[in-house]
């Protein structure tokens, strides 16, 4: 495509807009959720992405998919032993994006992410289907991998040592983290690029002990 033609990309958003905003941020978040997976313009509506800085400095994104919001943590399961997972070691802080361009919403979330507990993460393991559990075995996630071939005879191998129907064990180096939240936006496109945004942050004094006290602001678009 020219410069010109990708100058020309763009999109007016709808009339639906945000006025009020209920106190607790998970309400809305649900009910964006919920209308983001019955939507058919939305794929993979629990698609996030979770940005890390590792201790360089270094800032990256990827995709992952959002497995439950427990106690208002945001949880996904990942290795451990990957990029993300050794930047998360390093530097917790993180952000989290759900971009619903099909609606026409943007949810954009900085926390702390933590470990979950063994418990939690040997219980979603267990809920996967067999063949994703013996890919975990067979992926080492982030490390250079010489051949195709390589990685189905890893999954080859361990799909022998757990055949179908048997219990295939959590490797320690897989697991969940949660993302306790410090801000929350949300995002509603407008006309004329008068977009409604609220942001949702940790009262001062109750981020230390882990409150659930927010202020709510209106920003400019
Ligand atoms: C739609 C989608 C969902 C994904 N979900 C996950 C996930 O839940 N966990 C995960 O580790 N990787 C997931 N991935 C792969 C990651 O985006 C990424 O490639 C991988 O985790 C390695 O990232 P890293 O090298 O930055 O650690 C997903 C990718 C896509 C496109």
Known sequence: MSRAEIAAMRR?????????????????????LNAAHSNPSIVEANAMVLSTVDHLGEITSRTVLLKGVTNNNFIFFTNYGSRKGQAI???PKVSLLFPWFGMERQVSITGIADQVSESESDEYFASRPWGHQIGTWASRQT?????REELEDRWKAAAEKWPEGSHVPRPSHWGG???????????????SRLHDRFIY???SDQEAVGGTEWEIARLYP
Do not use: K, M
């Open 12 to 32: 007016s958003y709808g009339e639906v807009g945000l006025d009020e905003v209920p106190a607790d941020p998970f309400h809305l978040f649900g009910d964006w």
């Open 89 to 91: 070691h390093s530097q």
């Open 143 to 147: 490390n250079p991998l010489a051949s």
């Open 177 to 191: 983290y949660c993302v306790q939240p410090t801000s929350i936006e949300f995002w509603q496109g407008r006309y």
């Open 201 to 203: 942050q940790r009262s």
